[in-house]
T-cell receptor
Framework: ETGVTQSPTHLIKTRGQQVTLRCSSQSGHNTVSWYQQALGQGPQFIFQYYREEENGRGNFPPRFSGLQFPNYSSELNVNALELDDSALYLC????????????FGAGTRLSVL | AQSVTQLGSHVSVSEGALVLLRCNYSSSVPPYLFWYVQYPNQGLQLLLKYTTGATLVKGINGFEAEFKKSETSFHLTKPSAHMSDAAEYFCAVSGGDDMRFGAGTRLTVKP
């Protein structure tokens, strides 16, 4: 158990809809990162938040956005869903003092129909 | 820019045999390197990490990896495979603000 929890575990949406995924970080971790893992591929970095500010972003369009809250929980929002957004979305929390080790949640499986 | 390349998308070994999963990295700064394991329908679990210091790092479940700067490699090994080692393995490199993963290697263990 990593102490990182994600909700929901599974989600089905239709193309064009919007979705919000949630993540609760490991206690004391002030950094959260989100990844997209398509079937059969490695996780792809979406963005990272540090103390409620975006701290880095991968090659994802602006319709992927996020929030980090004072209690370090976070959200990933995706607007105008496309079929290719179907994937496992992983949240990971970390603490710089631990050498950038990222602790992953079990993920949210999003299916876009 | 940082990246990793995992050589071999599938590796199959017999139970009790040596496991060797290959990873090469590219980094413009001293890298932090990681190996993670993913079981079906689960998130990623850290096996081991290299930050600084000793180049041979030991992880959980009997796995170890050696950082070789001259070869830009960070291969994962285990002397004797167990059926429970069957999973997807990911090598990753980090410079702090993000983590870049390889495409993964699926390990199959035959009885």
């Amino acid at each position: 158990e990593t102490g990182v929890t994600q909700s929901p575990t599974h989600l089905i949406k239709t193309r064009g809809q919007q979705v919000t995924l949630r993540c609760s970080s490991q206690s004391g971790h002030n950094t959260v990162s989100w990844y997209q893992q398509a079937l059969g591929q490695g996780p792809q970095f979406i963005f990272q938040y540090y103390r409620e500010e975006e701290n880095g972003r991968g090659n994802f369009p602006p319709r992927f956005s996020g929030l980090q809250f004072p209690n370090y929980s976070s959200e990933l929002n995706v607007n105008a869903l496309e079929l290719d957004d179907s994937a496992l979305y992983l949240c990971a929390s970390s603490l710089e003092a631990e050498g950038y080790i990222q602790y992953f949640g079990a993920g949210t499986r999003l299916s876009v129909l | 820019a940082q990246s990793v390349t995992q050589l071999g998308s599938h590796v199959s070994v017999s139970e009790g045999a040596l496991v060797l999963l290959r990873c090469n990295y590219s980094s413009s700064v001293p890298p932090y390197l990681f190996w993670y394991v993913q079981y079906p329908n689960q998130g990623l679990q850290l096996l081991l990490k290299y930050t600084t210091g000793a180049t041979l790092v030991k992880g959980i479940n009997g796995f170890e990896a050696e950082f070789k700067k001259s070869e830009t490699s960070f291969h994962l090994t285990k002397p004797s495979a167990h059926m429970s080692d069957a999973a997807e393995y990911f090598c990753a490199v980090s410079g702090g603000d993000d983590m870049r993963f390889g495409a993964g290697t699926r390990l199959t263990v035959k009885p």
